[in-house]
């Protein structure tokens, strides 16, 4: 036995038990609490069970307790026999939502699968933490949805585990899964999202890769023949090579000795391959390509599987092709067995169980497009989330050949009522939206876009409230908040209405979405959109003289800077930092951060800001902080508004000189790679697409008036600034990471 799983507790707490199959398994709690427990004993009772018939090895002790704790170092701790939690997620609320309980279900199942993997089996060293975490991580998950298959936790691994793997290299220092560590605080790193997640995503793909019941023949084997004892990945890379050997479906496969150099390419490399399927029609050949997302050279052993039209098996899971771990390799359609004609789809990684994405040539895009407009239902949901999923990085880059063949597959979306390709499309549509805003094309887009968008709104929003709960309450703002931008009249006049309420009834919209505070913060930002000119002054009446300690006077800055409407945002910047200002709203460092903050995250301020800016610098130049507001927002400055701001930071620079102003940095020169360095992905979007886009539109909908967007004279509208969603992501990664 480890030495680190060595617990006592010492307590005066109580108990309920129950035997089955030979072992006692207890909760124990303060003795108010005793009766909260009930329905965790009954899941782990079940689990117990559930895991000793998947893996055929029985649990080893007699005795296994859980301890609720208030207060526990991380969440759980998998001591043998005796695993402590933090009492929340062991005790049942009574008001408790069910995404939550089935994340505490999880949660249970697995710090009892680490009975297994990590208790009767440990890793040699803390640099194989990934076979204890990503094991207990990925079959606690399995296990749950094998004992409540109506539950969907599936969906919940994907949103929680999967999405995380996928995107984390964005944001962090990436390392293989197996990392040579040494000293403590090397140690404790390392029980990270590459631990947890990716490690959880890359068993899962061999799972299915090997077939589900063969991998774990392999996983039986692994632990029978090391139980109570040390292993290393080779090890469990072994057990599986004995399963797969004895499995006849693999017999006449040339990869079938190879399982250790297979696995070996995952668990050693860095980053994540992107497959790219290019058929050539002439001839029925495929041209597989892996890269890594990273500019490392990185090179997989990558399972493939195939749906087409002529075949759309997507519950078939398992390996039908091993892409070999070079750049490229070419096989007939023959070869890989696929009946596939010329106009015939063709997708790749069903149900997307590999980790790994996968990108199409423009004609197989089209024929997708086809089949998703006439039927999507045929295409499995995971891998219409896929699509969009694999397709948002080179969007976002500017990297796709032809917007066409995007707004086709967009088209099938009116009917799509699966939330998680909708989670996915989400950014892409916004991506759009925000170059797109202030150009001819961007009313028809709107006009698109509502088309699109409606039917799901209405029946999120409109709809009987009890379907609500099980819902991602994430997508569910993501809707919300495509509706509202494209205008979608619903949208506002139901966030205008929520709005009224909460700041002049005090009625709380959040109870009904127990949790998050996404929702609050969009319905808010969308209803300021909506208030009449009477409102909206109420609303600057009550800022002013709310406490500015109040989650009131926090929700009232947030969301007023939403407006798109530029004579209300003028208005509202003078109150706020205007001639007659006083530092009672924000302090001086505050309110500059505050303008930079507004200036990027509503693409609508910005001309306003400009304009504020021109006739007010005297006033705000005299805050230290100015110069950096300003040249934070000049990397938003397009090409064409260069003579505009030349002018304006001439006459900043001299007031500055004159008046001896200090500042917390200098100017920037008006000359500066800097200045517009934000905004040129978003103006070469627009060089490349806008016309494209426009002409789509234009044929897709009958021509539309203009829907009354204002473009000011300075309009810097075309820009794009996502910032607040990709530190939110990265917040919300970081939290997950630490709360597992
Ligand atoms: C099929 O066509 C592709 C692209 O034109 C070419 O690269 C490949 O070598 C051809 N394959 C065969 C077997 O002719
Ligand atoms: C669409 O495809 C699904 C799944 O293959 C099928 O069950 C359904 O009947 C199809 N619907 C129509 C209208 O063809
Ligand atoms: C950006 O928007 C302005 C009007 O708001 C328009 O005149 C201009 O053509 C758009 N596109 C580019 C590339 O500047
Ligand atoms: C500032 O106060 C002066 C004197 O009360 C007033 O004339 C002026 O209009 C005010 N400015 C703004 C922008 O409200």
Redesign the pocket.
Known sequence: MSTYLVAFVISNFDHISETYRGVTQSIYSSPTSKDKGRSALKNVVLTVAALEDYFGVSYMLPKLDYVALKKNQGAAMENWGLITFRDDSLLSQDDADKHKTLKHKVMQNHEISHQWFGNLVSPEWWSYVWMNEGLATYFSYVITDLLHPEDNVMEIFNRDEAEHAYSYSSFFDVRPMTYYVETESEIMKVFDIISYKRAACVIKMFHHAFHQKTFVQGINRYLKTFQYSVVSEMDLFDSIQGAVLEDPRFQDQHWKHLVRHIMLSWTHSEWLPIVSIVR?Y??N?I?LRQRSIHSKTEHWWIPLNFATTQSPSFEQTHVEFFMPPVMEH?V?VEELRLQLAGRDWLIVNKQQTGFYHVLYDTDNLHAIARQLQSNHSVIHAMNRAALFQDLAPLIERNEFESVDVLFELFKYLEFEDDLTPWSQVANTIEFFDNNLYGTTAYSLFKQYVRRLVTPTFLRLFHKDKTEVVTMDILVRTDILHMACRVGMPECLDYTHRLVLEYVFKNINFESDYPDYYAIHDTILCMGVRQLSDEEFQKLIDLLIVTDPNTAMHDDLIYSLRCTRNHRRMHHYLNVLVGENFTYNLLNERESMFYLAYVFKSNVASRSSIWHFINQNYKQLARSPHFVTLFNDIAEFVPERQRPYFATLHRNIDAYLRAEHLSSKEPLIPVDSRRVGKKIRNSEEFLDKFEHQIHNWLLKELSPAGSDGTYAASFSVGNGSARPSSLLSAAGNIVRSAIGV
Do not use: H, I, K
């Open positions: 050539n002439e001839n050949t041209t070419t007939t």
